[in-house]
């Protein structure tokens, strides 16, 4: 097994290269191979762990969940936690501009549809 150098962290840590990379153009085989599913996983230095405490009513909701869609509970609870705060986000930018809106006449979303489509 080969090793690859995460220069962003200036640490080795194992991994299998699809391929070997040639000389003349490490870049490009380093770049697919940190790229494909087999290859360099660097992200896994930007990972925390959470513990969260849940009601039995949750924890019941969240293992039929997982058992309905195939995926594992970390994968269902990132995937909630992405979208709650996408909905935050989207709540913080609507809060900031519909004042901005209404003073440009823009008072509904209807006015504001009628504009773009």
Known sequence: MRTCFAEHMG???????????S???VAAALKTA???????????YMRATLTVSLP???NLGLSSLVKRSGKS???VV?????????LERFRDLREKF???GGK??????????EVIS
């Open 78 to 86: 990132q995937e909630a936690l992405r979208r709650q705060i996408a």
């Open 73 to 75: 509970r970390s994968q």
């Open 98 to 100: 519909v004042p901005k």
């Open 11 to 21: 640490q080795r840590h194992p991994a299998v290269f699809p391929r070997k990379p």
């Open 104 to 113: 440009a006449g823009f008072h509904t979303d209807s006015d504001v549809f």
């Open 34 to 44: 940190l790229t494909e599913k087999e290859g360099c996983n660097t992200n896994h």
């Open 23 to 25: 000389d003349a153009n």
């Open 56 to 58: 039995e009513d949750i």
